[in-house]
């Protein structure tokens, strides 16, 4: 069974830093694009982040700059290296892994970032 396990949320001042941690279990990592995504109350989810399993990355225009991912395929992790963090941040962020060719797509259950003074 695939489980995405997020972790390291929580609550940080603007302009501060946060560390997203998304560990895969029951799949095959490295055969899988990985991403993250966010969803602000009353706002639809929206792209944050993918790696590929080619490593290229692929980053929205309004984390450009301030966000970085990271994968490790032999721990079976993504990372979220989130700084810079702005109050329009605040979202509960979702891992996600999916392997368009096979029509594979899973979600894990979030994590709660918050950022505000």
């Known amino acids: 069974q695939v489980q995405l396990v997020e972790s390291g949320g929580g609550l940080v001042q603007p302009g501060g830093s946060l560390r997203l941690s998304c560990a895969a279990s029951?799949?095959?990592?490295?055969?899988?694009?990985m991403a993250w995504y966010r969803q602000a109350p009353g706002k639809q989810r929206e792209f944050v982040a993918q790696?590929?399993?080619?490593?290229?990355?692929t980053y929205a225009d309004s984390v450009k700059g301030r966000f970085t991912i990271f994968r490790d395929n032999a721990k079976k992790i993504v990372l979220l290296q989130m700084n810079s963090l702005k109050p329009e941040d605040t979202a509960l962020y979702y891992c996600?892994?999916?392997?368009?060719?096979?029509?594979?797509?899973?979600w894990g259950q979030g994590t709660q970032v918050t950022v505000s003074s």
């Open positions: 996600n892994a999916h392997d368009n060719l096979r029509g594979l797509d899973y």
């Open positions: 029951g799949m095959s990592f490295s055969i899988y694009d």
């Open positions: 790696i590929a399993r080619t490593t290229t990355t």
